[in-house]
């Protein structure tokens, strides 16, 4: 009996050598799988906490694995064009190396998405003081965002699984004031769509900006550099920003410039073109964009398209705007879970959310919250294919 799983091993390669379907099955492993949400433990922290994997599936196959360290995508599997399933993000192989050294891979993002001037800002009179982690600026929460904490989860079965996490910000934590209680839904739909439903509420006067920050490379298994994408942005206006990526407050037209996406374009063709400061002072992409379309309703904000694998990802969003950012920080130190170094430009990120710094531009859309108000702010990532 002691033997018995070595047997059943043997049996499997012998029939995975056998049969010429086995590698083919692989690739495709979540066709005949029903819907559903799976957990599995992911690994300790350094503090001694349990972090899990979630694996949720819907009945066309495609998957979405996510941890409640961080409340990270650690994998999303979507189909090409020939029905092949493939990861269509940048990830980590472990959750150790999510916690040494994460780049935001797929991160829930707050207390505030994007950067803060100086990370100072007042309100009612008080002046605030946030962690400075970027070139002089507060960013993406600070020091211990909520991309580094654990979260409570909750896992839903269903046709479309869904995976509920929720976070309790102290008053005071990375100096924001206010104790905010968090939620954020992802749910697995149908049609081949993750939408993550954002939830904040506080018992005192704060800020609030929530994201994901997911890197998208929808080659499949980041195949090579995201320059061939292709984008459409629904926007008007450029969130216009100085050396140090804080915005001006100039919202800039884009007709005529780099940042005209408003028809498809293909990523690469105008991202070196030095002449344009905003490009510069970027290194590329890594601005927001104001969406076009008032009010909190969902409205298409991008349009994404891969051509050799026929991927097409669109973006929908309450959000009023959308920072797309192109990997330009990306040096190949961080080895994902292709086992190689993921460099400049290997992805994209489509992080909807209010304008960075908004806090300290009272002409922005507000991003305070006070106590009796709740945050709310949905976003779909969607996935299709066209030959
Ligand atoms: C956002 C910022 C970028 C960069 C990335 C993470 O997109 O705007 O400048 O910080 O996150 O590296």
């Known amino acids: 009996m002691k033997f018995l799983p070595q047997l059943l091993s043997l049996a499997l ?20 799988q029903k819907p559903g949400i799976e957990k599995t433990t992911y690994g300790q922290l350094p503090d001694g906490q349990t972090a899990d994997l979630y ?20 994998g999303l599997k979507t189909p090409d064009k ?3 399933f493939e990861d269509v993000t940048l990830g980590q192989d472990s959750l150790s190396s999510y916690v040494k050294n994460n780049p935001y891979f797929g991160a829930l993002i707050g207390r505030y998405g994007n950067r803060i001037a ?6 009612d009179g008080k002046t605030y003081d946030l962690f400075i982690n970027n070139m002089g600026n507060h960013l993406h929460g600070g020091k211990v965002g909520f991309d580094k904490v654990l979260w409570t989860a909750t896992p839903v079965e269903g046709d479309e699984p869904a995976l509920k996490l929720a976070y309790t910000a ?3 934590e990375e100096g924001y004031p206010g104790n905010l209680s968090v939620e954020v839904t992802y749910t697995l739909q149908k049609d081949n769509a993750l939408k993550i439903d954002y939830k904040a509420t506080t018992d005192k006067p704060t800020v609030v900006n929530l994201t994901n920050h997911t890197y998208f490379n929808l080659t499949g298994g980041a195949k090579r550099d995201i320059l061939d994408h292709v ?27 780099p940042f005209d996406f408003l028809k498809p374009s293909v990523v690469g063709s105008r991202i070196n073109d030095s002449t344009d400061t905003q490009i510069k002072y970027g290194g590329g992409y890594d601005h927001g964009w104001v969406l076009n379309g008032s009010g909190d309703s969902l409205k298409l904000a991008a349009t994404v398209y891969e051509p050799t694998s026929g991927r097409v990802m669109e973006v929908r969003t309450t959000e009023p705007a959308i920072q797309f ?4 920080f990306l040096d190949g130190s961080v080895t994902g879970r292709e086992g190689f170094p993921y460099k400049k430009r290997y992805a994209l990120c489509l992080e909807t959310e209010h304008y960075p710094d908004s806090p300290n531009h009272p002409a922005f859309p507000t991003t305070e919250l006070k106590p009796g108000q709740t945050y709310k702010s949905t ?7 066209k030959k």
């Open 379 to 385: 976003t779909i990532y969607q996935f299709s294919t």
């Open 231 to 257: 984008v459409t942005l629904n926007a008007d206006k450029l969130i216009a920003v100085d050396q140090t990526l804080i915005p001006t407050g100039e919202l800039k037209p884009v007709a005529g410039t």
């Open 118 to 123: 100086k990370g100072k800002f007042t309100l």
């Open 170 to 172: 102290k008053d005071g």
């Open 325 to 328: 950012y192109t990997g330009n």
């Open 82 to 84: 020939d029905g092949k």
């Open 13 to 32: 390669l012998t029939s995975c050598l056998t049969m010429t379907s086995c590698s083919s099955k692989k690739e495709n492993e979540s066709d005949d």
């Open 55 to 74: 694996t949720l599936r819907n009945a066309a196959g495609m998957t979405a694995q996510i941890t409640n360290y961080g409340g990270i995508i650690v």
